[in-house]
Every structure is written in structure tokens, then in C-alpha cells.
């Protein structure tokens, strides 16, 4: 019923950049939060970073400083700049949208890998 669709990862070399996008389209009813978690080889997901609907954002401390996320509520899409990129940034990246009015429910993107190496 809801659907999100990633876009933007790829293979960078430290300290580049990329910049993510996820747009959520279907039966949107009211988005309460959209956001990027991550999940690297071994690891548990992470929250990397949160829009709500009135723009306050929260962000990990690892990439507090390097990323930048933001929402274009007409397009019902998040971003994530990425810029100084490092190698354990490295991982699956999952958009994720909290949706529902009265009562809500999360979704999940497809997962976009971003690899950084030299």
C-alpha cells in the first residue's frame, strides 16, 4: 500500500560525498517521521538520521557534521547529503517513514548499498 523507493548509493572513495533520496508514494495518509538507518556486515541497523513533519532532525553521532537531511513534503521525498564520506560508513542504507494518522505504521525501503573505499 505504501511504497519507498531509494535511490543514490553507489561506490565512493573517502571523503567523498553522495546524496540519497527516498520517496514514499501509495496511501499516505500523514508521515510522522522519515529517516535513514543504516546496517553494515555484522552490525545491528542504526539510525543515521531523522526528519519529523515539522523539520526537527536527529542524527547520529558518528555522522553529525557530514550529513545533512532534509524533505520535500510535496514530493513526499527525504534526502541525505553525505559528504566526507568514510569507510565505515559502509552499509546498506534503508529509508524508513513512520505513516498514519490516529494510528501509525513503519515502512521500509528496498535498502541502497553505499561502499566507501579507495
Known amino acids: 500500500q505504501v511504497q519507498l523507493v531509494e535511490s543514490g548509493g553507489g561506490l565512493v572513495q573517502p571523503g567523498g560525498s553522495l546524496r540519497l533520496s527516498c520517496a514514499a508514494s501509495g496511501s499516505i495518509s500523514f508521515i510522522n517521521y522519515m529517516g535513514w538507518y543504516r546496517q553494515a556486515p555484522g552490525k545491528q541497523r542504526e539510525l543515521v538520521a531523522r526528519?519529523?513533519?515539522?523539520?526537527?532532525?536527529n542524527y547520529a553521532d558518528s555522522v553529525k557534521g557530514r550529513c545533512t537531511i532534509s524533505r520535500d513534503n510535496a514530493k513526499n521525498t527525504v534526502y541525505l547529503q553525505m559528504n566526507s564520506l568514510k569507510p565505515e560508513d559502509t552499509a546498506v542504507y534503508y529509508c524508513?517513514?513512520?505513516?498514519?494518522?490516529?494510528?501509525?505504521?513503519?515502512?521500509w525501503g528496498q535498502g541502497t548499498q553505499v561502499t566507501v573505499s579507495s
Open positions: 524508513h517513514a513512520d505513516i498514519g494518522w490516529r494510528t501509525s505504521r513503519d515502512y
Open positions: 526528519i519529523n513533519g515539522g523539520g526537527i532532525t
